[in-house]
């Protein structure tokens, strides 16, 4: 027991408030850090649900894309079976008649 420190009133209240003053100020960054650590979590929701809203979107457009390029697709079909009937009928014709 001859390594034994002994302190003073004085000095065991030095300390006590040293360690007071830590551990208010340590308590006080965790409170921020954990406030802090709340809002990123928030953040992070609503952005998950802008992401989830405009893959939803995007795929959207591309279901309307595609329904687009098919009915240009058919519009052009129907123009060449137009043109492709308009030319066979000249042709049968030309044959048959002689004449146009």
Same mark, same amino acid.
Request: glycine residues 8%; proline residues 0%; charged residues 25%.
């Given at each position: 027991?001859?390594?034994?420190?002994?302190?003073?009133?004085?000095?065991?209240?030095?300390r006590k408030e040293?360690?007071?003053?830590r551990f208010r100020r340590d308590n006080t960054r965790l409170r921020d850090t954990e406030e802090k650590l709340?809002?990123?979590?928030?953040?992070?929701?609503?952005?998950?649900? #802008? !992401?989830?809203r405009?893959?939803? &979107?995007?795929?959207?457009?591309e279901k309307r894309l595609r329904a687009i390029e098919l009915k240009g697709?058919?519009?052009l079909d129907k123009i060449i079976a137009v043109a492709l009937g308009a030319a066979i009928t000249? #042709? !049968?014709?030309?044959?048959?008649? &002689?004449k146009l």
């Open positions: 027991m001859a390594d034994q420190e002994y302190l003073t009133q004085q000095e065991f209240k030095g040293l360690c007071d003053e709340d809002k990123v979590a928030t953040n992070l929701s609503q952005i998950t649900e #802008i !992401i989830k405009n893959t939803e &979107g995007q795929e959207d457009h697709g058919k519009w000249a #042709i !049968i014709t030309l044959v048959f008649t &002689g």
